[in-house]
């Protein structure tokens, strides 16, 4: 008996902590059956929520998504600076919080909102002539990262509770890819002269993927079709024959779009993504032979 194909799409998992995200992969890659799994961005092992995956096909999907918007909702601590700006990481400086106001924290949260410039954690995944900026510190070499610009589109403060000499804050944070949640942590602490790192980290949306109906079991993981995925993610054009036809052979098309958007045949497969270029549409990647 042949074995059934694995059907190409995407995976929204609602990845647990304590798990890496390649440990997801792996899981996801042993409930499908096949290897060609990939994941769109990385979640640390604390965090938890949203994590995007390609199977088959749609790994190739993966890099053209648009998952430039992230939402969080996150714990702060503030009271104590770590080695990670986070729970995992070694206190290396506390001083008691308790006492500070609730408006005087408020208003240090949203000194945090708009376009600034971040410096990333130390322990981030960035390159650093060569080497990754986590495995230097981790090797104790001492990492100091350029600041760049993000864009904090909303933070919203929902809670503060005095524990000991520490005090907790719950925040919503709705930002730009590349923003550093622990970084908002590690500089509002800073800024209140008590220091601060991250106890809770849970991811509620990239871009138009969210919790809704993501995958809690990573033995039972469903695939949403390449086709439906596409269509979820990108403007979409059904095409006549003719048109699919010239698809499949990689030519462009007399289409009037103005971003990425998918084409689909008469069938509703899809086909490709098509962008913009010189008053017609041309392929940016092919899905179909």
Same mark, same amino acid.
């Given at each position: 008996m042949a074995t059934p194909a694995v059907p190409s799409g995407l995976v929204v998992v609602d990845k647990p902590a304590g798990m890496t995200s390649h440990a997801v992969v792996s899981r996801v890659r042993r409930a499908v059956g096949t290897r060609k799994?990939?994941?769109?961005?990385?979640?640390?092992?604390?965090?938890?929520?949203?994590?995007?995956?390609?199977?088959e096909r749609a790994t190739r999907l993966l890099g053209h998504l648009m998952l430039t918007e992230k939402a969080y909702d996150t714990t702060v601590r503030l009271g104590a600076s770590t080695t990670t700006d986070d729970a995992e990481g070694e206190v290396v400086a506390a001083t008691p919080?308790?006492?500070?106001?609730?408006?005087?924290?408020? +208003?240090?949260?949203?000194?945090?909102?708009?376009?600034?410039?971040?410096?990333?954690?130390?322990?981030?995944a960035i390159k650093v002539d060569g080497k990754r900026a986590y495995q230097r510190v981790r090797d104790g070499e001492q990492v100091e990262l350029k600041a760049r610009p993000v864009t904090v589109h909303a933070?919203?403060?929902?809670?503060?509770?005095?524990?000991?000499?520490?005090?907790?804050?719950?925040?919503?944070?709705?930002?730009?890819?590349?923003?550093?949640i622990r970084a908002i942590a590690r500089d509002v602490g800073a800024a209140l002269g008590v220091g601060g790192h991250l106890t809770a980290l849970r991811r509620t949306a990239v871009g138009p993927f969210t919790l809704d109906?993501?995958?809690?079991?990573?033995?039972?993981?469903?695939?949403?079709?390449?086709?439906?995925?596409?269509?979820a993610s990108f403007p979409a054009?059904?095409?006549?024959?003719?048109?699919?036809?010239?698809?499949?052979?990689?030519?462009?098309l007399p289409l009037a779009i103005d971003t990425?958007?998918?084409?689909?045949?008469?069938?509703?497969?899809?086909?490709?993504?098509?962008?913009?270029?010189?008053?017609? +549409?041309?392929?940016?990647?092919?899905?179909?032979?």
């Open positions: 799994v990939g994941h769109a961005g990385t979640l640390d092992p604390m965090a938890t929520g949203v994590l995007v995956l390609g199977v919080a308790g006492h500070l106001l609730p408006e005087a924290v408020v +208003a240090a949260f949203e000194t945090q909102v708009g376009e600034i410039l971040q410096v990333p954690t130390a322990v981030s933070l919203t403060v929902h809670d503060q509770r005095v524990e000991g000499d520490f005090l907790d804050v719950d925040i919503t944070v709705h930002c730009s890819s590349g923003t550093y109906g993501a995958v809690t079991d990573l033995e039972q993981v469903s695939v949403t079709p390449l086709a439906d995925a596409a269509r054009i059904d095409l006549d024959a003719d048109q699919a036809q010239a698809v499949r052979y990689g030519r462009p990425l958007t998918g084409v689909f045949a008469p069938d509703g497969e899809f086909l490709a993504l098509y962008r913009p270029e010189g008053g017609a +549409a041309r392929p940016a990647a092919v899905f179909v032979g």
